[in-house]
């Protein structure tokens, strides 16, 4: 991803741009322009949560009139979320500015904001910033695109991958953002993922969201869901090849690629999660349905018993059954199994007759890495967290 010594470029026909409009401090940027040369299929995926802040509603709304896109704007250190009939006039209010600057109509160009809740947008500081990023656009402009959209995040997040289609060479190119209040089922994040290639809408929304399913609802920080989350897809269709479809024989290396590259952002998310100390990756399996894995996992992941023993580096293994018990899954508490990075620490619901110090060591390593196998059946669900410090909470204050 981002250890590349040089950052990654844009498919063909992307450019972006990014700059300062005031929101965050003058040397911080904070507004961010992502245009394709040429209209885009379009695919996304959204909070779930009941509240949403006005970028999503307009962005779910353009997604549902089906008709290619040419751009994203984005800003950081204000949510737009909570702000009424003024939120959705400032959001297309951004649109129509980034339609300027990126030689298209409103109506072709995704809104999206991060940041606080409650405060209205500085229209008035967009606007004009906007009007001048249109000459900046570049294809080379990855990384700052990804430091552009951050807001409590350490680190940009980006990456990219190629593959051929038809013998031609694809890209797919991604930036995200995310650190705090994250949560399967979309998080308190941001993804934007471009590709050159040509993709039916319908199939490029199928792949998307099993991409989000098998990444970003994955994650989990601090059992926190946020209003304004968003995962965008553009194919623009640059590579020139025969547009994919389920049954075309380059899909499954499309989709295959679309899902790694969002399971690569994902975990750059988590492994950037406000104030951690280690991250964790809860493995369940043996359960009678994926739902019911899926529950297992997330409440263990969630628990702060169990986040901060993990902060901790303690085995405290009573507070996964815990978890586990009032996680909704149907299982025999005494046919469960639980390893910390493959050190026993129990056995048919008991403790492990094993080594106490080995099992300690495990648990304190920088990536701990849970199994559970509950007994039940062949199910399994994986969920990929973080442990819970007193850092968390003073970033939270």
Request: charged share 20%.
């Amino acid at each position: 991803m981002n250890a590349a010594s040089s950052p990654p470029r844009w498919p063909a026909g992307f450019r972006s741009v990014s700059g300062c409009c005031g929101i965050k401090a003058a040397d911080h940027a904070d507004l961010a322009l992502i245009a394709s040369d040429r209209p885009a299929s379009a695919a996304g995926v959204f909070t779930t949560n009941r509240v949403q802040a006005a970028p999503v509603t307009l962005c779910r709304e353009r997604l549902n009139r089906a008709a290619p896109m040419r751009a994203w704007v984005v800003n950081s250190g204000i949510a737009n979320a909570c702000t009424g009939a003024e939120g959705r006039e400032d959001a297309e209010c951004m649109a129509a500015a980034a339609a300027a600057a990126a030689g298209c109509t409103p109506e072709e160009v995704f809104v999206s904001s991060t940041g606080s809740i409650g405060p209205r947008l500085p229209v008035d500081k967009i606007v004009p910033a906007l009007s001048t990023l249109g000459e900046g656009l570049r294809e080379d402009a990855v990384r700052e695109t990804a430091q552009a959209i951050m807001t409590t995040d350490t680190r940009p997040k980006y990456g990219s991958c190629t593959l051929a289609v038809d013998g031609r060479p694809v890209t797919i190119t991604a930036v995200a953002k995310g650190a705090g209040m994250i949560e399967p089922d979309m998080a308190t994040m941001l993804a934007f993922f471009a590709t050159d290639a040509a993709v039916e809408p319908e199939a490029l929304n199928a792949a998307l969201r099993t991409a989000v399913d098998q990444s970003f609802n994955r994650i989990s920080v601090d059992g926190d869901r946020s209003t304004n989350d968003t995962v965008l897809l553009l194919a623009n269709g640059a590579a020139g090849n025969a547009p994919l479809r389920e049954t075309h024989g380059d899909w499954a290396a499309f989709a295959d690629r679309l899902e790694s590259l969002s399971l690569e952002m994902a975990k750059a998310i988590v492994g950037d999660g406000e104030g951690l100390s280690r991250t964790v990756t809860v493995a369940v399996t043996g359960a009678c349905s994926r739902t019911d894995a899926d529950r297992a996992a997330r409440a263990v992941a969630n628990s702060p018993l169990n986040k901060t023993a993990w902060a901790g580096g303690r085995p405290n293994w009573g507070r996964v059954m815990d978890a586990l018990g009032y996680s909704g899954a149907e299982f025999d508490p005494e046919r469960v199994t639980i390893d910390y990075n493959g050190c026993p620490a129990v056995r048919e619901g008991r403790a492990a007759l094993d080594d106490p110090d080995r099992l300690k060591r495990a648990a304190a390593a920088p990536h701990l890495d849970l199994s559970i196998d509950l007994g039940a059946g062949s199910a399994s669900a994986v969920i990929y967290t973080c442990d819970l410090t007193a850092e968390y909470v003073r970033i939270n204050l």
